[in-house]
Nanobody, 123 residues
Framework: QVLLVESGGGLVQAGGSLRLSCAASGGTGSIHGMGWFRQAPGKEREFVAAISWSGGIKYYADSVKGRFTISRDNAKNTGYLQMNSLKPEDTAVYYC????????????????WGQGAQVTVSS
């Protein structure tokens, strides 16, 4: 069983930056991909970004391309989401996710989930 713990959320003004971290523990040898999803109030959870655990292949939702960067540090079993040029519409609870397969699923039916981190962007 893999445990994911997010950190780094908070309140930031529009145009600002935040970095989320996702520390994985437990059966991390089974992870082939790590990603981020978000859920805004009254909306469904949506895919944000994903990265392959071994090769560094990345893909992003169109809404965050050019502003967000996903990365990972295998030695630390930790993934990151650097968020720049934040907009009020980026306000959501951000969830770290991991899969035993690659590519990662974008439909939310992933294997492991963190508890979520609130990101609030004020205008």
């Amino acid at each position: 069983q893999v445990l994911l713990v997010e950190s780094g959320g908070g309140l930031v003004q529009a145009g600002g930056s935040l970095r989320l971290s996702c520390a994985a523990s437990g059966g991390t040898g089974s992870i082939h991909g790590m990603g981020w999803f978000r859920q805004a109030p009254g909306k469904e959870r949506e895919f944000v970004a994903a990265i392959s655990w071994s090769g560094g292949i990345k893909y992003y939702a169109d809404s965050v391309k050019g502003r967000f960067t996903i990365s990972r540090d295998n030695a630390k079993n930790t993934g990151y989401l650097q968020m720049n040029s934040l907009k009020p519409e980026d306000t959501a609870v951000y969830y770290c996710s991991a899969d035993r397969q690659w590519p990662m699923r974008r439909d939310g039916m992933n294997d492991y989930w963190g508890q979520g981190a609130q990101v609030t962007v004020s205008s």
